[in-house]
């Protein structure tokens, strides 16, 4: 026993004595580099920067449908004053017309009565004038009454009273019939306006019909509700006052309508670059410029997400860039 305690000892304390096995610490892993920039991506739709909305023109005192009798192709380029619709004028020519030969013959009515006013008053005043004469006479004749006896004395005095009230009668009759005519050459005056106002109107209404430009741009089309099914207005149509018939943009100048999420609001800042590709041609890049964007995001009813309606102007121009294409927009 004591012998195998003895062999086992040794064992012992240089199994103790051993080193431990030395263990290589790993090396540390070099960090990922971030990226130095951060791509905002949004989408939008193309808009053009100046856009007019052509309309059904209203024609005052008229209602109803109006036949459009010519109307320029789709995607015609026209420029500021050129025709782009013309409806059937007929009904509005022959108001015009009868307007203008009314306010002709009002127009005569009111020469002749400015004459026949003329020629009555100086009847008038002629018959004054004589009326005024006797009046003289009978006076003259009154200053010879201590010489006359008294019936010839009275006959006098009763002539110049007659006198006196003739003249007092006519000047009365003047001055109110001055009046009377005066109102009746004014009563034709405003019959001559009002038609004149009715001529204006007319030809107004015939001018609205031939529908021009306001600008220099492209025409698009509206689609509108024809013959059960939707579709673009075409000559002989019946179309309604006010109802939209196409639109005129610039194709020189347009923009994206983009959204950006809150979080990256920050991004849109004075000068900011953007590349923006089209849906419809994704193998086209244009350059978009930060032009403005809305101070307070908002969200759609219902929806926790909000958003800044922001504004891209794009670099140069290209005939593939038209209104309401879908498009992509990169921020860095």
Not at 5 to 10: D, Q, R, S, T, V
Not at 78 to 87: P, R, T
Request: glycine share 6%; aromatic share 4%.
């Amino acid at each position: 026993m004591t012998r195998l305690l003895a062999c086992f000892i040794p064992i012992l304390l240089a199994s103790c004595r051993q080193t431990p096995p030395v263990v290589k610490a790993a090396s540390p892993t070099a960090p990922i580099p971030a990226s130095r920039s951060k791509a905002i991506r949004a989408t939008g739709l193309v808009r053009a920067v100046k856009v007019s909305s052509i309309q059904v023109p209203q024609i005052a005192g008229q209602g109803g449908r109006m036949t459009l009798v010519r109307l320029v192709p789709n995607g015609t380029h026209v420029k500021q004053g050129d025709m782009l619709a013309e409806f059937d004028r007929t009904k509005q020519l022959d108001d015009a017309l009868e307007a203008e030969a009314k306010y002709d013959d009002l127009g005569h009515q009111v020469r002749q009565k400015v004459a026949a006013n003329r020629s009555e008053a100086e009847k008038r005043l002629a018959d004054l004038k004589q009326a005024e004469a006797d009046l003289a006479k009978a006076e003259i004749q009154l200053k010879k009454g201590p010489i006359l006896s008294d019936i010839d004395r009275l006959k006098n005095e009763a002539k110049a009273e007659s006198a006196r009230a003739r003249v007092d009668s006519l000047r009365q009759t003047h001055s109110h019939r001055t009046k009377v005519e005066a109102a009746a050459l004014r009563i034709i005056e405003l019959q001559q306006d009002r038609q004149k106002v009715a001529l204006e109107r007319a030809k107004s209404n015939a001018e609205k019909l031939v529908v021009k430009a306001p600008l220099d741009g492209m025409v698009a089309l509206e689609n509108i509700w024809r013959g059960g099914s939707m579709g673009h207005a075409q000559e002989g149509d019946q179309l309604w006052n006010g109802q939209p018939m196409l639109k005129l943009f610039d194709p020189s100048e347009m923009e994206v309508h983009a959204q950006i999420g809150e979080p990256d609001g920050a991004a849109l800042r004075a000068g900011t670059r953007a590349r923006v590709r089209l849906d419809a041609y994704p193998e086209v890049e244009f350059e978009g410029r930060f032009e403005s964007a809305s101070p307070v995001a908002s969200s759609a009813l219902g929806s926790p997400i909000k958003n800044f309606a922001a504004r891209f102007r794009l670099v140069g121009t290209d005939p593939r860039l038209l209104p309401d294409l879908s498009a992509a927009v990169v921020i860095e």
